[in-house]
């Protein structure tokens, strides 16, 4: 006497077989959709790197001195030193060799006179930054002396200015 | 009576075995899928960075340290975990940290850095003092309990050499992170002959009259030194500059005292160091904070400190005085003015002599005391030099 209903135990298996397959094949593809997950560590890293220089340029470099030397660049519009001091903190290494990042600077700050607005202007750079650069912002903020905006026809006043850096690596 | 319960079906046993080998492969291919996250680079770029900041932004820790076996109980505290004076052992130090404060990161203490990286590579149970790569670094710095290697690295302006901690880095799959710092350098005094005869000289005209000994006194204005530069007008505008005695090694420097001597008729060589003592004013003679505090006085050029007083000194003396070994953060608060006092008796022993030209030595007691303070032209002031410091884990 045969049974034919015993059939259903192989099409069971090979359609559990199957759902399983299927499942890990969409899980594997779902996957390869994952942005790579260090993507953002050397945000991270140059984000560091950028906060630290401008903060130490902020100190100022002895006990009796009034002003940082960041305080004094943005003071006097000093491009050459921001750029020179500030590669120096960004690419020193413990090594013999050097890194290569680029950056722009700007200062940023709250034009009274034209109705509570944010204004900036360039402060340095060592390359200007293209669509193809995928740069960091960094801040710090600094109490000024200064005429703003720059050529204004008023007295210096104290202020806080932000210097605004875009670091980047190539 | 043939029965066909409980035999298994060859249509079961060909549905089980396809089930089976399908649910066997889509297991093994479970662990696969997560390779793409790199967990292992994510997790040492964060241990990376937070070593760093453990290191630049946090002054340490002294006190026991968890998960050691260790030389007895440690009751040590605070954050000078550099000096041997408040944490005697390297199990009195539960965490490294290079900053000055919590209030100053990315400024080092240049006694920290110093310590930090006196670690040796051979591990000696028996060594109290010396770290070693990578256990002492590890329960200290690192934390976790994956047992990282990491390689800690800083590069000083001016200096030669890299001081590094740890092994070399690998080609690939590493953590790293690089911290811009500045390293604060201890402030110290020199006292020598041209200061010396021109304020400090017992010869009889600076000086009038004799003195059975000599006293020299050495004053920490408390009230100056730690006043607080955030809310008053002082003479240092900043935190990271200020000289702070429970913190910072004091080092003095006493030299050219061969040449104070009179000439002649005398042939006095070396005089006697007969005592130290700190106290509230320059001449208590009760009420001393400490008697006799030679451990860290080295006379003549010697590498060790002498050991018992009085003792023969020729042409110098160096105090080193470590934080918080004299003059912790209390005592300096509770006596805002201390003076530390050398007292000096010359090996002179003919008594006629000794009463006419004996004598012609260091003594401030006509002069008042030297001041230990933000006066550049007697002290040498910190300074802060730049550095780099790098933190690989892997």
Known sequence: MVDSGGQLYTIEG?????????????????????????????DMQLEVLGSDALQVMNMPVNGSSEKSPLQEIVENDDASTFNMTFLNYVNNKTGSEMDNLHYTANVAYRNI???DTTWSYPLASNRNMTAGDHPVR????????????????????????????????? | ???????????????????????IWVATMIPTLFVGLNAHSVDYNAVAYRTSVILAEDPGAAGPVSGAPCFGVSSASGSVWESTTTAPTKCDIARFGLAISRDTPNVLDENKVDRFFSGTDTADPNDKTN???????????????????????????GEN??????????????????????????SNATIDEPLIKERYWSNGTVMQGNYSEDRFTIHFNGTKLLKDITTSP???????????????????NITGLDTLYYDSPSSLTTTNLTGIFLATSPTASTGRLFNDKNTFTYID??????????????SNISLVIPPGAVISGSTLLANPQVYLTLIFKNNNTIPTINNTYGNWYINSSMSGPFEYDYNAANVTQPQLRPGVLEVAVW
Request: hydrophobic share 40%.
């Open chain 1, 14 to 42: 090979i359609a559990a077989a199957l759902i399983m397959l299927i499942s890990a094949y969409l899980v594997v593809n779902a996957t390869s959709v994952y942005t790579p997950g260090d993507t953002h560590i050397n």
């Open chain 1, 113 to 115: 006179s034209d109705g």
């Open chain 1, 138 to 170: 960094v801040t710090e903020w600094v109490l000024v002396d200064k005429t703003l905006p720059p050529g204004a026809p008023y007295p210096p006043a104290e202020r806080a200015v932000l210097v605004e850096v875009f670091l980047w690596r190539d």
């Open chain 2, 1 to 23: 009576m043939h029965n066909n319960n409980g035999n298994l079906s060859v249509d079961f046993l060909a549905g089980f075995t396809i089930f089976i080998i399908a649910f």
């Open chain 2, 131 to 157: 770290f070693t790569y990578p256990e002492d670094y590890r329960k200290r710095a690192i934390f976790g309990d994956y047992p990282y290697r990491f390689n800690i690295s800083l590069r000083i302006d």
């Open chain 2, 161 to 186: 050499q890299t001081r590094y901690v740890g092994e070399a880095i690998p080609e690939a799959d590493y953590g790293y992170i690089r911290r811009t710092v500045l390293i604060k350098s201890q």
């Open chain 2, 234 to 252: 002082h003479e240092i505008n900043y935190r990271n500059y200020q000289i702070d005695p429970s913190l910072d090694t004091i080092v003095i």
């Open chain 2, 301 to 314: 050029g010697n590498s060790t400190p002498v050991g018992t007083l009085p003792a023969n000194v020729t």
